[in-house]
């Protein structure tokens, strides 16, 4: 193979994304990823540290386009005294984006490395934006956490079962979905009622 002229470093991190959602992220090698860029497994390091730090770049370009996706989907003055049209349309958005990118997703389910800030402030944003969908239900600092917490694994459960199709029943599972977070969400109501 001969060398590619003006690979950058987005061209490599794009073709990572491909290969991360077709073949999925645990299945992401160097080897696989210079093979699809026509190019030497040593050439890569011109452009990054090894796997880890490409994993690391992964996560960090998932929570990024996630932010957008979730914030475009609950903008900031969308928190109004109609907490479950917030809650859906960001369960929506998370779910689109896990269905359309399933190897970025995976590749930010980890808590990010003590010390890494860029991650971490990434991942901020995704949290913020989900205390913001639930924000309505006005909870303490402590309730609130478990509140996403309990939110997050209903999104991921409903993401993992469906990637690895788990739904078989002829129901649309977009209906599902919404009569999961519905469901949970009049239990978030209990708490302030």
Same mark, same amino acid.
């Not at 699809?36 to 730090?53: D, F």
């Not at 970025?104 to 991650?119: I, K, M, T, W």
């Given at each position: 193979? +001969?060398?590619?002229?003006?690979?950058?470093?987005?061209?490599?991190?794009?073709?990572?994304?491909?290969?991360?959602?077709?073949?999925?992220?645990?299945? $992401?090698?160097?080897? !696989? =990823?210079?093979? /699809?860029?026509?190019?030497?497994?040593?050439?890569?390091?011109?452009?990054?540290?090894?796997?880890?730090?490409?994993?690391? =770049? %992964?996560?960090?370009?998932? =929570?990024?386009?996630?932010? /957008?996706?979730?914030?475009?989907?609950?903008?900031?003055?969308?928190?109004?005294? *109609?907490?479950?049209?917030? *809650? %859906? *349309?960001? &369960?929506?958005?998370?779910?689109?984006?896990?269905?359309?990118?399933?190897? %970025?997703?995976?590749?930010?389910?980890?808590?990010?490395?003590?010390?890494?800030?860029?991650?971490?402030?990434?991942?901020?944003?995704? =949290?913020?934006?989900?205390?913001?969908?639930?924000?309505?239900?006005?909870?303490?600092?402590? +309730?609130?956490?478990?509140?996403?917490?309990?939110?997050?694994? !209903? $999104?991921?459960?409903?993401? +993992?079962?469906?990637?690895?199709?788990?739904?078989?029943?002829? $129901?649309?599972?977009?209906?599902?979905?919404?009569?999961?977070?519905?469901?949970? !969400?009049?239990?978030? &109501?209990?708490?302030? +009622?």
């Amino acid at each position: 193979m +001969s060398p590619r002229i003006g690979l950058d470093p987005q061209q490599v991190l794009q073709a990572a994304i491909e290969l991360a959602d077709t073949h999925g992220f645990e299945s $992401l090698t160097l080897a !696989l =990823l210079a093979q /699809k860029l026509t190019i030497r497994t040593p050439s890569l390091y011109n452009h990054v540290a090894g796997l880890p730090e490409l994993r690391r =770049l %992964l996560a960090l370009e998932g =929570l990024e386009r996630l932010a /957008k996706d979730l914030r475009a989907a609950v903008p900031p003055e969308a928190a109004t005294p *109609a907490p479950t049209a917030c *809650a %859906l *349309a960001f &369960s929506r958005s998370y779910v689109h984006f896990a269905r359309q990118h399933p190897g %970025l997703y995976a590749a930010f389910q980890r808590a990010p490395e003590p010390g890494d800030e860029a991650l971490a402030a990434a991942a901020q944003q995704v =949290l913020d934006l989900t205390l913001l969908a639930l924000a309505e239900f006005h909870l303490g600092e402590e +309730s609130a956490i478990h509140a996403v917490r309990g939110f997050r694994s !209903l $999104l991921h459960g409903f993401v +993992s079962l469906e990637g690895q199709g788990g739904f078989g029943l002829p $129901l649309r599972t977009d209906q599902s979905l919404t009569f999961l977070i519905e469901t949970y !969400l009049r239990g978030l &109501s209990q708490l302030i +009622s």
